[in-house]
């Protein structure tokens, strides 16, 4: 019968999800030949797909916005290159459905939802006067984030 991933190893108990043989101690996970290794990714899904552009056009729009405010400096430069970098990189990796790809979106847009929500705890217990327009921008900009770190993190399968 043949063996299915995730493997735990006969010899140290580790899980491992590819491979012929064990990650953590390097024994044979299963006989020659009966790993069943025709697991197909599934398709790219939309929502992967638009994210990806998104990140890019994004990118470039954060770059060209920093770049030609004045009175631009040294280090909103090399921030605006690293921000674009990093989002072209993460682009192509959600394209390829490559997992570091969703953890890096998973770790920059919790970062986001963590000092979107921080904010506006701290700005509702103080006076400051906010201007209900963007209240309402900040509230969708939560759920968004929100929703998105949910997804990625459910959504493992797409990626590997
Ligand atoms: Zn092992």
Known sequence: MAVRYPITCPNCGHTNTK?????????????????????????RPFWVTLYAVLMVVIGILI??????????????????????????????????????????????????????LLALLLISGTTVPLNRWILYAWWVGLIVTGFTV???????????
Request: aromatic letters at 16%; a positive charge.
């Open 19 to 43: 491979g012929m043989f064990c990650a953590h101690c390097g024994a044979q996970l299963a006989p020659t030949g009966q790993i069943d290794t025709g697991k197909k990714l599934p398709s």
């Open 63 to 116: 770059t060209v916005g920093a770049l030609t405010y004045p009175g631009t400096g040294e280090l909103t430069w090399i921030l605006s290159v690293v921000v674009l970098v990093y989002f072209t990189l993460t682009a192509v990796g959600l394209w390829k459905q490559q997992n570091w790809a969703r953890l890096s979106v998973i770790l920059g847009m919790g970062i986001l939802f963590a000092f979107g």
């Open 150 to 160: 949910w997804w990625y993190i459910r959504s493992y399968q797409y990626f590997e």
